[in-house]
């Protein structure tokens, strides 16, 4: 009974969430009136956007309600005449330079530029430093007196005996 009850659950889950999911043709609508100049500008403008829900996809490529929405601000914004800057600019002021795929380099984006870089020197780095210190002799070993040292000889060539035995 209990998996039935899981299964009709899960099956309105997936019902209900492919209802609110945009069609292919509410995805792609645009005016009609549209020249091929201006929807390839549109397509172009979209694909430089992250939608803030997917985050690893552009506008063109979510289905998302909120991508959707921004979908449906920039072709109204198109409409109304703006450049492709000033549509940027309002969403940078709307959502931040997360918005962009690839955001300006100023100081509060210099971690999304540098850090990968910075983060690969310091691993080349510790690299380095366990390279070093594997080739160093251990110091244990370094400071044995005479006696120790005749004393482990001795061990290991009685040891060496047996063997032979």
Do not use: N
Request: include cysteine.
């Amino acid at each position: 009974m209990r998996v039935v009850l899981l299964f009709a659950f899960l099956s309105m889950g997936i019902i209900s969430a492919q209802a609110s999911a945009p069609t292919e043709a509410e995805h792609w609508q645009t005016p009609a009136s549209w020249s091929a100049q201006t929807l390839a500008r549109y397509q172009h403008l979209l694909g430089t956007l992250r939608c803030l829900v997917c985050q690893d996809e552009s506008l063109a490529a979510s289905s998302a309600p909120l991508a959707a929405d921004l979908r449906r601000q920039i072709q109204h914004k198109i409409g109304q005449g703006q450049t492709d800057q000033q549509i940027r600019q309002y969403l940078v002021d709307r959502y931040g330079d997360f918005v962009l795929y690839k955001p300006p380099f100023k100081p509060l984006t210099w971690a999304l530029w540098v850090g990968p870089f910075v983060l690969l020197l310091l691993g080349l780095l510790v690299v380095w430093i366990q390279a070093r210190r594997s080739r160093r002799p251990h110091p244990e070993s370094a400071g044995l007196d005479a006696r120790s040292l005749a004393l482990s000889e001795q061990l290991l060539s009685d040891d060496q005996g047996e063997d032979r035995r």
